[in-house]
């Protein structure tokens, strides 16, 4: 088993700034790929980023360029830096640890972007 825990959401103007940290901690298997997926009220959970063991990463094509996604693999963290929030980020922001073969997500943390 593995804890997945995320912090650093709120509620924020269009325009500013926040970052999202998620801690991950449990099981004897080396962490490999972890990331971050965001569900709007009333649709389904969808990729925002992704970053490997390595550091590639990937991101969702309305996050790049505002967003940067970041590890410590000695902490087993994975920080969320987004700028230049919109409204249409607002939703309930998860992490995602993979560990081994088995995939382990936070409670989530609410973002809430106004217009």
């Known amino acids: 088993q593995a804890q997945v825990v995320e912090s650093g959401g709120g509620f924020v103007q269009a325009g500013g700034s926040l970052t999202l940290s998620c801690a991950a901690s449990g099981s004897r298997f080396s962490i490999n790929a972890m990331g971050w997926y965001r569900q709007a009220p009333g649709k389904q959970r969808d990729l925002v980023a992704t970053?490997?063991?390595?550091?590639?990463?990937n991101y969702a094509d309305s996050a790049k360029g505002r967003f940067t996604i970041s590890r410590d693999n000695a902490e087993n963290t994975v920080s969320l830096q987004m700028n230049s929030l919109k409204p249409e980020d607002t939703g309930v922001y998860y992490c995602?640890?993979?560990?081994?073969?088995?995939?382990?997500w936070g409670q989530g943390t609410q973002v809430t972007v106004s217009s």
């Open positions: 995602k640890v993979e560990k081994g073969s088995k995939d382990y």
């Open positions: 970053i490997t063991s390595g550091g590639k990463t």
